[in-house]
C-alpha cells in the first residue's frame, strides 16, 4: 500500500473522543471490505447481547448471577433502585473512610496516623489496584501501599520485612469476596502473625472488603475490624476496579475516585453506540478478530510507552485471557477460544524482543499505547528541538512502522496523559471489548470454569499430603513412595506423591528421604 493509501486508511480507521482526548488507530491491523461486510451482522447481535447484559440478563449462568460493572460508574443505569443505592452508598462510605483516615480520626493505637496500606489479595483483587496504584499514586501519597497477592513466603516475608518498623502504623485490607480463596487467606494468617509478634492488635488496624456474609465478612465482624466494605456478587474480579475492590485502596492513596469513575462513565456512553465505526470497543474487538482471523491464532503483545502504564500488560492479560480464554462456546461446542496476552513498555522493549516482533514468527499484532503529554513540567532539550520526550515518541512510530513494513499488524491507543479520568477510560473501554468480543465469537466472558478446576486441584493435592502424612505415622522404617501410594489407594498419584514428599523434606516438614534422588521409584520415605 503507497503512501497515500496508508495516510487515507489511518483517516478511514481513526477514532477521535474529544471529551476524553483519546485516540483509536486500527489502520494497521490488514482487512477489507468484504471481511467488513461478513462480521456486520455478528456486530448487530453483540450490540443486542452487550445492551441484555446491561439491562441486567443472567450472564454467568454458572453462578446465576448478572454482571453489572457498567452499573459502578453510572448508578442511574442499574436496573432497580435498591442496586443504584448500594452503589452510591458504598462510594460514599469509601470516601469518608479515607478523609477519616487521612485527617486521623481513624488511626492505629500505638501511632498518631497510618502510614502504610497493606494489600492483600490475589486476581482482579490485586491486579487492577496495583496498576492503578503505579500509574496514579502522588509521590506524597497519605498512605505508602504494599502489596501480597501470592501465597509466596518468602514474598510475603520480603513485603513484612519492608514493613517491620511500621507495622504498627500499618492499616491492613484484606479482598476476598468468599473469604475461603487460599491465597488472601493464607496472606491474612500470615500477617496477623506478624502483628502478634509484635504484640499489635491486629483488629483496629484492619477493614476488610468482600462479600456480605461471607467467611471473611463474618471474621472480620466477630474480631472487631474497623469497617468492612461490600463486595457484591455481580462485580467478577476482573471488573471490580471501579467497585470497592479498587477505589477503596486508591482513595486512602489519594487518588480522584470520582474523576475515575467519570472518565469510565463517559467511555461506557461512547462503546454503547450499536455503530462500528463510532464505538471504540467496538473497533478494538473488530481489530482483535481480524487480526486472529476470530480464533486467537496471534498474540496481543501490549506496548505502553510510558513507565507508569507498566502494569497495563499485567491487567490486561487476566481481564483478555481469563474473559476469553474458553474450550467451549455458548452453544456447548469445542472452540478453545482466547487471546494471550503478554508486554513490557517502551522503549525498554526495543531493546528486549522487538526484534522477535519485526522479524521471527509473525504470531502477534501489537497494542501501542501512546501518551501525548510528556511531563508535569517543561522538558529540557537533548539536542536543539529534541527532548526526552521527543526520542519517546519517536520510537514508538518508528517501531509502529517497522512492523508493518514487515507486515505485522498493529493497534494504537492515544491517551492525553495518565491521569485518572484517562485511567478510567482505558479500563472501561477494555472491560467493553472483551465484552463485545466474547459475543462475536460466542463464548461466555463472565465466568471461569478453568481457573475453579485449578483450585480444586490444588485442594485435592493438598488433601493427598494429609493422607500421606497420617501415613506415614505408622511406618517408622520407612517406606519407598510406590508402595506409599498403594497403601493409601493413590497408586494413580504416585508422581504427585513424590512432589510432595519433596517439598516436605526441603522444607524441614518431618519427612527424609534415602536413596538415589535420580530414581525417585528407589527412594525410602522417612518420618523424622
Given at each position: 500500500?503507497?503512501?497515500?493509501?496508508?495516510?487515507?486508511?489511518?483517516?478511514?480507521?481513526?477514532?477521535?473522543?474529544?471529551?476524553?482526548?483519546?485516540?483509536?488507530?486500527?489502520?494497521?491491523?490488514?482487512?477489507?471490505?468484504?471481511?467488513?461486510k461478513?462480521?456486520?451482522?455478528?456486530?448487530?447481535?453483540?450490540f443486542?447481547?452487550?445492551?441484555?447484559?446491561?439491562?441486567?440478563a443472567?450472564?454467568?449462568?454458572d453462578?446465576?448471577?448478572?454482571v453489572?460493572?457498567?452499573?459502578?460508574?453510572?448508578?442511574?443505569?442499574?436496573p432497580?433502585r435498591?442496586?443504584?443505592?448500594?452503589?452510591?452508598?458504598t462510594?460514599?462510605?469509601?470516601?469518608?473512610?479515607?478523609?477519616?483516615?487521612?485527617r486521623?480520626?481513624?488511626?492505629p493505637?500505638?501511632?498518631?496516623?497510618?502510614?502504610?496500606?497493606?494489600?492483600?489479595?490475589i486476581?482482579?483483587?490485586?491486579?487492577?489496584?496495583?496498576?492503578?496504584?503505579?500509574?496514579?499514586?502522588?509521590?506524597?501519597?497519605?498512605?505508602?501501599?504494599?502489596?501480597?497477592?501470592?501465597?509466596?513466603?518468602?514474598?510475603?516475608?520480603?513485603?513484612?520485612?519492608?514493613?517491620?518498623?511500621?507495622?504498627s502504623?500499618?492499616?491492613?485490607?484484606?479482598?476476598?469476596?468468599?473469604?475461603?480463596?487460599?491465597?488472601?487467606?493464607?496472606?491474612?494468617?500470615?500477617?496477623?502473625?506478624?502483628?502478634?509478634?509484635?504484640?499489635?492488635?491486629?483488629?483496629r488496624?484492619?477493614?476488610?472488603?468482600?462479600?456480605?456474609g461471607?467467611?471473611?465478612?463474618?471474621?472480620?465482624?466477630?474480631?472487631g475490624?474497623?469497617?468492612?466494605?461490600?463486595?457484591?456478587?455481580?462485580?467478577?474480579?476482573?471488573?471490580?476496579?471501579?467497585?470497592?475492590?479498587?477505589?477503596?485502596?486508591?482513595?486512602?492513596?489519594?487518588i480522584?475516585?470520582r474523576?475515575m469513575?467519570?472518565?469510565?462513565?463517559?467511555?461506557?456512553?461512547?462503546?454503547?453506540?450499536?455503530?462500528?465505526?463510532?464505538?471504540?470497543?467496538?473497533?478494538?474487538?473488530?481489530?482483535?478478530?481480524?487480526?486472529?482471523?476470530?480464533?486467537?491464532?496471534?498474540?496481543?503483545?501490549v506496548?505502553?510507552?510510558?513507565?507508569?502504564?507498566?502494569?497495563?500488560s499485567?491487567?490486561?492479560?487476566?481481564?483478555?485471557?481469563?474473559?476469553?480464554?474458553?474450550?467451549?462456546?455458548?452453544?456447548?461446542?469445542?472452540?478453545?477460544?482466547?487471546?494471550a496476552?503478554?508486554?513490557?513498555?517502551?522503549?525498554?522493549?526495543?531493546?528486549?524482543?522487538?526484534?522477535?516482533?519485526?522479524?521471527?514468527?509473525p504470531?502477534?499484532?501489537?497494542?501501542?499505547?501512546?501518551?501525548?503529554?510528556?511531563?508535569?513540567?517543561?522538558?529540557?532539550?537533548?539536542?536543539?528541538?529534541?527532548?526526552a520526550g521527543d526520542?519517546?515518541?519517536?520510537?514508538?512510530?518508528?517501531?509502529?512502522?517497522?512492523?508493518?513494513?514487515?507486515?505485522?499488524?498493529?493497534?494504537?491507543?492515544?491517551?492525553?496523559?495518565?491521569?485518572?479520568?484517562?485511567?478510567?477510560?482505558?479500563v472501561?473501554?477494555?472491560?467493553?471489548a472483551v465484552?463485545?468480543?466474547?459475543?462475536?465469537?460466542?463464548?461466555?466472558?463472565?465466568?471461569?470454569?478453568g481457573?475453579?478446576?485449578?483450585?480444586?486441584a490444588?485442594?485435592?493435592?493438598?488433601?493427598?499430603?494429609?493422607?500421606?502424612?497420617?501415613?506415614?505415622?505408622?511406618?517408622?522404617?520407612?517406606?519407598?513412595?510406590?508402595?506409599?501410594?498403594?497403601?493409601?489407594?493413590a497408586?494413580?498419584?504416585?508422581?504427585?506423591?513424590?512432589?510432595?514428599?519433596?517439598?516436605?523434606?526441603?522444607?524441614?516438614?518431618?519427612?527424609?528421604?534415602?536413596?538415589?534422588f535420580g530414581r525417585?521409584?528407589?527412594?525410602?520415605?522417612?518420618?523424622?
Amino acid at each position: 500500500m503507497d503512501a497515500t493509501a496508508l495516510w487515507q486508511r489511518y483517516q478511514d480507521w481513526l477514532y477521535y473522543h474529544e471529551e476524553l482526548g483519546l485516540y483509536l488507530d486500527i489502520s494497521r491491523i490488514r482487512f477489507d471490505g468484504a471481511f467488513l461486510k461478513s462480521v456486520k451482522p455478528k456486530f448487530e447481535k453483540a450490540f443486542r447481547d452487550m445492551e441484555a447484559l446491561e439491562n441486567g440478563a443472567i450472564a454467568n449462568p454458572d453462578e446465576n448471577r448478572m454482571v453489572g460493572h457498567y452499573w459502578l460508574r453510572d448508578p442511574d443505569s442499574a436496573p432497580d433502585r435498591q442496586l443504584k443505592e448500594e452503589i452510591v452508598s458504598t462510594i460514599e462510605k469509601v470516601e469518608t473512610f479515607a478523609a477519616k483516615v487521612h485527617r486521623g480520626e481513624i488511626k492505629p493505637p500505638l501511632a498518631p496516623k497510618f502510614t502504610d496500606l497493606l494489600s492483600i489479595g490475589i486476581g482482579g483483587s490485586a491486579l487492577g489496584p496495583q496498576f492503578v496504584a503505579d500509574a496514579l499514586a502522588p509521590l506524597d501519597a497519605p498512605l505508602n501501599i504494599h502489596f501480597i497477592d501470592n501465597t509466596d513466603p518468602d514474598g510475603i516475608d520480603r513485603t513484612l520485612d519492608k514493613l517491620r518498623d511500621r507495622l504498627s502504623s500499618t492499616l491492613v485490607l484484606t479482598i476476598s469476596k468468599s473469604g475461603g480463596t487460599p491465597e488472601p487467606r493464607n496472606g491474612l494468617a500470615e500477617v496477623k502473625s506478624a502483628f502478634e509478634a509484635q504484640n499489635l492488635n491486629f483488629s483496629r488496624q484492619a477493614v476488610a472488603t468482600t462479600q456480605i456474609g461471607s467467611k471473611l465478612y463474618e471474621q472480620a465482624i466477630a474480631e472487631g475490624w474497623l469497617e468492612t466494605f461490600p463486595m457484591d456478587d455481580w462485580v467478577g474480579g476482573r471488573t471490580s476496579e471501579m467497585s470497592a475492590v479498587g477505589l477503596l485502596p486508591a482513595a486512602l492513596q489519594g487518588i480522584q475516585i470520582r474523576e475515575m469513575l467519570a472518565g469510565a462513565k463517559i467511555m461506557d456512553i461512547a462503546t454503547r453506540k450499536p455503530d462500528i465505526k463510532k464505538n471504540p470497543a467496538a473497533l478494538l474487538a473488530l481489530a482483535w478478530y481480524a487480526a486472529g482471523d476470530g480464533r486467537g491464532e496471534k498474540d496481543m503483545v501490549v506496548l505502553p510507552y510510558k513507565d507508569r502504564l507498566l502494569l497495563l500488560s499485567r491487567y490486561l492479560q487476566q481481564l483478555v485471557m481469563e474473559s476469553l480464554g474458553k474450550e467451549k462456546d455458548l452453544d456447548g461446542n469445542i472452540v478453545n477460544q482466547g487471546i494471550a496476552v503478554y508486554g513490557n513498555k517502551g522503549s525498554t522493549d526495543q531493546h528486549a524482543y522487538v526484534q522477535q516482533l519485526r522479524e521471527g514468527v509473525p504470531n502477534f499484532f501489537a497494542t501501542f499505547i501512546e501518551v501525548l503529554r510528556d511531563r508535569d513540567r517543561p522538558s529540557p532539550e537533548l539536542q536543539p528541538g529534541v527532548t526526552a520526550g521527543d526520542y519517546l515518541s519517536g520510537f514508538l512510530q518508528g517501531t509502529r512502522q517497522a512492523l508493518y513494513d514487515n507486515g505485522r499488524g498493529s493497534i494504537t491507543v492515544t491517551i492525553s496523559a495518565v491521569a485518572p479520568r484517562d485511567v478510567g477510560a482505558l479500563v472501561a473501554l477494555y472491560e467493553r471489548a472483551v465484552g463485545l468480543y466474547g459475543f462475536l465469537v460466542n463464548v461466555n466472558a463472565y465466568h471461569q470454569p478453568g481457573v475453579e478446576a485449578g483450585k480444586k486441584a490444588a485442594a485435592s493435592v493438598l488433601e493427598l499430603q494429609q493422607r500421606c502424612l497420617q501415613a506415614l505415622e505408622t511406618e517408622s522404617g520407612g517406606i519407598s513412595i510406590p508402595d506409599l501410594a498403594a497403601k493409601i489407594s493413590a497408586s494413580d498419584e504416585v508422581e504427585t506423591i513424590y512432589k510432595i514428599l519433596r517439598h516436605l523434606e526441603a522444607n524441614d516438614r518431618g519427612v527424609r528421604l534415602e536413596g538415589d534422588f535420580g530414581r525417585p521409584e528407589t527412594l525410602t520415605v522417612i518420618l523424622k
